[in-house]
């Protein structure tokens, strides 16, 4: 089960759940969000690693 936190807590875990969200599958990612309520997933997270092109 601590496994399945550190994922969620990963920087694969916050793709997983954009991937998720993206797809429109958000029932899944409630699923995830209702089982450990304090994994928030914000698009912050993703977008915050992403460098823009010039």
């Given at each position: 089960m601590e496994d399945v936190k550190q994922f969620l807590w990963s920087v694969e875990g916050v793709e997983l759940a954009g991937t998720i969200q993206f797809s429109g599958d958000l029932?899944?990612?409630?699923?995830?969000?209702?089982?450990?309520?304090?994994f928030v997933f914000s698009l912050e997270d993703?977008?915050?690693d992403v460098e823009e092109d010039d």
């Open positions: 029932d899944l990612l409630k699923k995830i969000q209702k089982r450990y309520p304090e993703l977008v915050g």
